[in-house]
Structures are given as structure tokens and as C-alpha cells.
């Protein structure tokens, strides 16, 4: 065999073993697909980095962790879904030693996501997320009297919405027909830093 041969066979091997990129959404499937597709047993896994500054030692730390958000319940009502979600990523922003899965509400009204502020299936006392489809550049404020407000940006696997405070910022990247598929969190000032990247999901029951 000549070394042209073994170098093609190779090469064979390698891109059958690949999965290969992503294909890119055109805007049309893009618009088309769900944003975030909340179903009763839908789970997603992340590989998460924390870094922290450890006033004991005076330096930065850094672990390594996996985390689990799943959907462990949903009702509906009056076309209304209250999806009750477990171990969303937000809650990895606060936390000591082990990070402590919360459970909350998110509520879907057609194309409209809202964080609800009960476990039922009411838009009363929600708060705006987003309405699909989001525009680059677009900005969402929850309440009209909000100071801060979500900013849009396109991204290559979807878009990312952030949220900007004076000491605080978080940014969750939507992939259509997926989900969150990275949740980014940082302190500014003191070293808290939170970087949690999609390893897989596990579509639920519709």
C-alpha cells in the first residue's frame, strides 16, 4: 500500500468517525423551529466552569462540574402551558461550595415566554421573557418601567439574549429546536464567572 493509499484511507475513517458541523438555519427554518422546546421530560446536560475568588486562599479558583435542567412537570390552561422546570441554568449564578437546583416556572403563550410567578398555568404576575421570532439588535424589556432590558444578538447556532446590570450580567444562547444551549454569567468586580455549555438533550413528552 502506498503512502497516498494509507494517507486516503485515513482520511476515509476520520470523516466517516465526524460528525461534522452544524448545518446553519436559513431564516425561514430558523423562524420555523421552537426556540425552546419545553415538553414535560425534556432534560439537557451542561459541562459547567465556575470561577470564583476565594477570599481565604486571596486567588481565583476554578471546578468543573455537570449540571441538569429538566422539565418535571406542565399544565395547561386557557392556552396557556406552565412548564415546572428544575435546576435552571440561572440558578448555577448563585452558590457557595455545590451549586443548589431550584425549581421555576417558565409559561408559554403561543410564541410568547414568560417567567410565571406561580406554578399555574395564569399570566397573572408573570414576567416577559421573549416573543419568537427575536430580531439581532432587538431589545425586550419585561415591564415598560424596567431600566434593564434583554439585548439581542445573532449568533451562529441561534441568538443570544442578555440581560445587563451595573454589577451583574447574563446571557442565554437559544439554538432552535434545541434550546438554552450555553448560559453565561459574570460578576464584575470580584471574580464569580459562570460558563455552562449544552453536552445533550433529551426531548420530552408532548
Not at 481565583?60 to 399544565?75: C, G, H, M, R
Request: charged share 25%.
Amino acid at each position: 500500500m502506498t503512502s497516498t493509499t494509507r494517507l486516503a484511507c485515513v482520511l476515509f475513517v476520520l470523516g466517516a468517525c465526524s460528525s461534522g458541523p452544524k448545518k446553519k438555519m436559513t431564516l425561514q427554518e430558523m423562524i420555523a423551529a421552537d426556540p425552546l422546546p419545553l415538553a414535560k421530560g425534556a432534560k439537557w446536560t451542561y459541562q459547567v466552569t465556575v470561577k470564583k475568588f476565594d477570599p481565604d486562599t486571596n486567588k481565583e479558583s476554578t471546578k468543573t462540574l455537570d449540571w441538569t435542567t429538566e422539565v418535571v412537570d406542565a399544565k395547561e390552561q386557557n392556552g396557556v402551558t406552565a412548564y415546572r422546570v428544575k435546576g435552571w441554568p440561572a440558578d448555577l449564578a448563585s452558590f457557595d461550595d455545590a451549586p443548589t437546583p431550584t425549581e421555576r416556572t417558565l409559561l408559554r403563550s403561543g410564541n410568547n415566554f414568560l417567567f410565571g410567578a406561580s406554578t399555574e398555568p395564569t399570566l397573572d404576575g408573570a414576567e416577559g421573557w421573549f416573543s419568537w421570532p427575536v430580531i439581532d439588535g432587538q431589545k425586550i424589556c419585561p415591564r415598560a418601567e424596567m431600566v434593564y432590558c434583554w439585548q439581542v444578538a445573532a449568533v451562529e447556532t441561534g441568538y443570544a439574549l442578555s440581560f445587563y446590570t451595573g454589577p451583574d450580567e447574563q446571557t442565554f444562547e437559544l439554538e432552535p429546536g434545541t434550546g438554552v444551549s450555553r448560559f453565561h454569567y459574570a460578576h464584575h468586580g470580584t471574580t464569580n464567572e459562570v460558563d455552562a455549555k449544552l453536552k445533550s438533550y433529551e426531548k420530552g413528552r408532548r
